[in-house]
């Protein structure tokens, strides 16, 4: 009881002196100058990027950085519920930015609430940001504020898991109306989307000792397993009323990419004990380097898309998250030391390929989707394709891959092409009031889009900070991400909940 009521109390401090978090974290000092000040820099950008939303669109979902406003087509609707400071508050923490960090948990603490969002919500956003962020909150500091908030959002969610008869989630949710409901179309269930909630709702469970939310996903990971899958690949759509293959598309890009991510991350962080998400990650990206692996005639690997079963040749920047799902998933294949290698090998390829993207563009940044085989020279391009394919919208998947890919190999060329980036974001997507997207990679001085998204916040600056850190911070053997870049902690113990206090046994498991 003294051990939970020490704990309890330890969170109760540091979640009031997040300026500790540098020392917490263990790297408080850095051997490597230069990267000392490459981490400094990034940290520099995420207060300004902070700052810019705080002063300009505070309680919105996320900013117009061209015009210091609130940009309001963000996934979360108009509503002020506070979408960047949900998924800034760990990059906060993590970076010791106590001030701004203090700012948004008092938000959070007083103002936070979805009860008057009479508007249907996506599900998976809801989750992966949302109860994502405040569970990394929770994991940080053991403050129960976060882990009370975290389960009320649960609950609005719950309409849409425990609506339909064929088990499958619909997509959307009315957090006022207590009312789930679909997005339009005939198949309105999509893979990634249905694939999105396990690893939150599995450590809320450990938390909360509220079985019923771990129950949810684990019967519907069941009824996925046992569904007849066309040459055991998945389909991208489903209906959740029949619970009904959709046609026949199969991609590790947008509509399917979390799907995968979660099987092998289930995996690890049940420190490995979950039999079934590794299997199953295993089966399907089996078949994925089967199908979808491809080679283009200037030796780039790429992950193509499948439409009924005829290759196309063209990767979206989303799937380069996969450079570093394959790298970490090489420790599926313990027992084999050759498919480990192949896949560690097949994850280098594919980050050698992102990087290929960005490295063709005058920008320096990548396009949202490159295609293959073309002719040479417009391999990893968007050439010749519309004009919303050329486009960067700040997104996280390939610096996510080279911090991966840094942790498991110290391959210099990754802290170097993360580097790359960050002069790139400088360069091209700074404005007076934040970052901003742009319409054209390909066009040095091309327009902005204006939208700087909580992602950038949550994902694609964490991660260029771990890439700079040392890695006693948040390591890859004690921690997983979230697919929104919120970090859970790997169970370690094989008991579901240590008191009635639900203090998790790894809590203090900080270098």
């Not at 970076?95 to 609430?113: A, K, P, T």
């Not at 599900?123 to 992966?128: A, K």
């Not at 380069?320 to 599926?332: E, I, P, T």
């Not at 979230?482 to 900080?510: A, C, D, W």
Request: glycine fraction near 8%; proline fraction near 4%.
């Amino acid at each position: 009881m003294f051990l939970q009521l020490t704990l309890l109390l330890f969170g109760f401090l540091q979640v009031r002196c997040p300026a500790s978090a540098s020392n917490q974290f263990g790297f408080a000092g850095h051997a490597d100058a230069r990267v000392q000040s490459q981490r400094e820099k990034v940290k520099e950008m995420m207060k300004f990027a902070w700052n810019g939303y705080a002063q300009h669109a505070w309680e919105h979902n996320e900013l117009n950085s061209v015009l210091g406003a609130p940009h309001n087509g963000s996934i979360m609707g108009q509503h002020k519920i506070g979408l960047s400071i949900v998924d800034s508050l760990d990059t906060l923490y993590i970076m010791g930015l106590q001030e701004e960090y203090n700012r948004g948990y008092q938000w959070v603490r007083q103002n936070f609430s979805l009860d008057r969002v009479d508007e249907y919500l996506s599900v998976s956003g809801l989750n992966i940001h949302f109860v994502g962020g405040l569970l990394s909150m929770y994991a940080f500091t053991g403050d129960a504020l976060f882990q009370s908030k975290a389960e009320y959002v649960v609950k609005k969610l719950l309409p849409a898991i425990t609506s339909m008869d064929s088990g499958i989630p619909q997509a959307m949710v009315n957090p006022k109306r207590g009312v789930a409901g679909p997005r339009p179309g005939a198949y309105e269930a999509i893979l990634s989307e249905i694939g999105s909630l396990h690893l939150e709702f599995s450590y809320i469970t450990e938390i909360t000792g509220h079985l019923q939310y771990r129950n949810y996903v684990h019967q519907l990971r069941d009824k996925l397993e046992n569904m007849l899958k066309p040459r055991s690949l998945y389909p991208v759509y489903l209906n959740p009323r029949t619970a009904a293959w959709g046609p026949y598309k199969m991609t590790m890009g947008t509509m399917g990419d979390i799907f995968y991510e979660y099987l092998l991350k289930n995996w690890l962080r049940s420190g490995k004990a979950n039999k079934q998400s590794r299997d199953l990650y295993q089966t399907a990206v089996g078949r994925i380097l089967v199908y979808q692996l491809g080679l283009s005639s200037a030796g780039l690997t790429y992950l193509g898309e499948l439409a009924n079963f005829h290759v196309i040749r063209r990767m979206e920047h989303r799937t380069c998250f996969a450079g570093g799902l394959f790298a970490l998933g090489a420790s599926a294949y313990f027992n084999d030391s050759v498919l480990a290698a192949r896949h560690l090998q097949v994850g280098k390829e594919l980050a050698h390929t992102c990087h290929e993207s960005y490295r063709r563009t005058p920008t320096g940044l990548g396009p949202k989707s490159f295609q293959f085989d073309s002719t040479p020279e417009e391999d990893a391009t968007a050439t010749g394709q519309a004009s919303d394919q050329k486009a960067f919208r700040l997104r996280p998947e390939v610096v996510e891959t080279y911090f991966i890919l840094w942790r498991l190999t110290q391959d210099q060329k990754y802290r170097d092409w993360g580097w790359e980036v960050v002069e790139a974001l400088e360069r091209h997507c700074r404005t007076k009031f934040g970052y901003s997207g742009l319409e054209n990679v390909y066009l040095q001085d091309g327009a902005m889009d204006g939208v700087q998204p909580s992602y950038f916040l949550a994902e694609t600056l964490k991660y260029l900070y771990l890439l700079f850190s040392n890695d006693t911070l948040l390591p890859l053997d004690k921690w997983v991400f979230n697919t929104g870049g919120h970090p859970l902690p790997i169970q370690y113990v094989n008991k579901m909940f240590r008191s009635k206090q639900n203090v998790p046994e790894y809590h203090l498991e900080f270098p």
